[in-house]
């Protein structure tokens, strides 16, 4: 699988879990062809988002436990109820149980290879940063009120310079060309996009939240 990882405020190309690229820029242009359900997951200790396991307790709805989580594992019976999911508990000032989502996109200049890219929860909610700078559901939202498919655009990515922890900002760079959108239209259902935007059975997100690739807004949660 080739993935994008943000590890270090620079975005690095993963291919079987090995880094084969750094990139010397701060900002990448990816066309966003499929994305996964909103869901919130915990792990016991420090997560590497370079060594992908599976973690202690997670949810599929946001709201409780996964049905596949193993009973002495769950945290609480709710999620709004569980000590991980007060602020402070996690690095950071965070969460220990955060919010994720995972992007099925393909670069500007390559548009047949799909890449995972997995968003951190400082990167989903929040409002408009500046001009330049939105989260992803804030993006969602612009997309949508313009009736613009993310499919339909390029997306610049780049991370938010005043934030010590790699934070992204998404904003649109322009639209795509007819040849552009048909050869898009092509990756949306390919198997590398559902690979990407998917995970181990037993962590399988099953309900749409946050943004999807029609650029619809759903639910948020803080």
């Not at 989502?101 to 409002?127: D, H, K, M």
């Not at 010590?164 to 904003?171: A, N």
């Amino acid at each position: 699988m080739h993935r994008i990882s943000i590890r270090g405020k620079r975005f690095r190309e993963i291919v079987d879990n090995e880094e084969l690229r750094v990139s010397k820029s701060d900002s990448i242009n990816v066309v966003v062809v499929n994305a996964a359900p909103l869901s919130r997951t915990y792990y016991v200790g420090t997560y590497d988002p370079d060594k992908p396991m599976a973690p202690f307790c997670w949810s599929e709805d946001t709201y409780v436990p996964a049905q596949g989580v193993p009973e002495d594992q769950r945290q609480s019976a709710r999620c709004i109820d569980c000590t991980n999911n007060i602020r402070g508990s996690g690095l950071g000032g965070g969460r220990a149980c955060r919010f994720q989502q995972r992007l099925a996109v393909v670069e500007e200049r390559n548009l047949s290879t799909v890449y995972q890219l997995q968003v951190p929860a400082n990167s989903i909610f929040g409002g408009e940063i500046n001009n330049t700078c939105m989260s992803l559901q804030t993006y969602a939202k612009f997309l949508s009120k313009n009736n613009t498919p993310s499919i339909a655009v390029v997306t610049k990515i780049s991370f938010d310079v005043d934030d010590p922890y790699p934070k992204l900002c998404f904003h649109p760079s322009r639209p795509l060309e007819d040849d552009e959108l048909e050869e898009v239209g092509y990756m949306v259902n390919h198997d590398d996009t559902l690979k990407a935007i998917s995970i181990p059975s037993e962590t399988l997100f099953t309900k749409t939240q946050g943004f999807d690739r029609n650029g619809q807004q759903g639910d948020q949660y803080g």
